[in-house]
């Protein structure tokens, strides 16, 4: 028999439609995959029993003859950021520890509704706040990949570290990611997966645990550009309880995937060709160029000229929403209580906090609190909204001239966990090639391109018009069908 | 733009995170690298340019004015409200005495 845990979404939905397997025997063979895994770090609770069940319930439902649903028999991975109820959330923070929903997100319970089962909830970096998966209370996660000749260990990128890992590693076929500054589609090229983040709006932030609240958006990560499609379609869909939830009806994307691309524009940003990007990125580009060509697209080019200044503008940006949604964790509603002997309530939010948050986070938190404060609003949150204003103006002014845009992902590929540790901007513009599309809110994905020279992979960046993840989704699989991306990191753990 | 080890520890305080002034001092530099780096954003050009702060065209809908029209944010849940307080006294938030 074929080994389940190497097979992805579709493999799996499919298999279990036409009864070639059960959804039980998936769910247990990812159970013990996981099992075997603890030394990657992926994931901070694992819920067996939740994938089993959901696996018998998809079982009984095929028995009966009842129609399944879009991800039925699946067994996923949850980002620690999705509110489940009664499983811990902690957004890999202290300060949540131990803190167990009462409710379910919407997107966590949309999934379960087509069938998903949940594996475990995934390592991040803390409240979503990092590059490289360092940040987290819960200790690094570690990229199933290795640089060729070493055995350091790897950053898995971030914030979606848990999530890439485990779905690099074959311990799970998918994963929910959430991306506010590229922290699904960074990851997602670090090990040589998929990732989309889809238009703003598009899935619901209810129960998501808030970072930047008019940058975050989930999506899915997986192996394969299907795999993505049939997974957003069903994470995707408006949702009253969330007052940006797009109200527009979800298109069957999977149905709609297409890798002719005749007649379609891919836009090449000229200043996007940066300093301190490696070559091997460049070369991945410019082959990118070549099979979008090979499968009938129109290469122009196309000018971002904002585009130095999109990383900067979200560094104030991101930061600024943070200090304020981060305000909720004092201490009293829920999470941890560090109430120091004789002290009051103030000493007590201050105790609580400095004992609860990370130094990144509280490093954002104090630009943001700076950003906004009085005197210096105006000089910086109010001068980044603008330059965000003018980068969402660059793309619309490409997308008269181009169908989708095509770019790097990163400026680098993975690097060794403890390299950029000590300079905050270093690792900061790992960004910067992902961010501008998360100023705009526009759709866009990671796939896999190719390995470098030291065997470690390297993905490519498709940004879409509003709305328009189809385009996304369709040149990404003119890539995956020519780039043939078949890497997969050898098992050491 | 700069900042002092002062300001820095009046933000903290607004901010409310305690810090110790090693913690101060570490603080100063790196958030002074973030700001002069950030600083680069005044040579852009927003002249008649409107700050955004969403990016997707999107109104504001009113739900209906029904009671519990959906259950899961309505009322009735206190029990579940207090479930993960630290301190929850006679079906209240506990906090230290702020009156004397």
Redesign the interface.
Known sequence: MTDLTQLGVKDIRDGVRAGDFTAREVAEGFNAAVADAAALNAFIVTTPDHALAAADTVDAARAAGADLGAMAGVPIGMKDLFATDGVQTTAASHILEGFTPRYESTVSQKLWDAGAGMLGKLNLDQFAMGSSNETSYFGNVTSPWKKAGSNAAMSPGGSSGGSSTAVAARIAPAATGTDTGGSIRQPAAFTGICGIKPTYGRCSRWGVVAFASSLDQAGPMARSVEDCAIMLGAMAGFDPKDATSLQMDVPDWEAALSSDLRGKKVGIPREYRMEGTDQAILDSWEQGKAWLKDAGAEIVDVSLPHTKYALPAYYIVAPAEASSNLARYDGVRYGLRDLPDGSGLQDMYAATRAAGFGDEVKRRILIGTYVLSAGFYDAYYTQAQKVRALVARDFERAFAECDVILAPTTPTASFPLGENVDDPLAMYLNDVFAVPASLAGLPAMSVPAMLNEHGLPLGLQLVGRPFDEQGVLNAGLAIQQRAGFKAAPEKWW | ?S?DKA??AK?????????DDAALER?VP??N???Q??E???E?D?TG????????P?T??L?DDVVDA?P??GGG?QG??L?????AEHGF?G????IE
């Open positions: 733009m900042v300001t820095v933000i903290a305080s607004l901010a409310r995170i305690s810090m603080m790196e958030l690298g973030i700001l780096w950030v680069q954003l005044g852009v927003v340019i409107e700050p955004m702060a969403a990016v997707i999107n504001l809908r739900r959906d899961l944010t849940r579940d409200v479930a993960n307080a630290p301190a938030f906090v230290p005495k702020v």
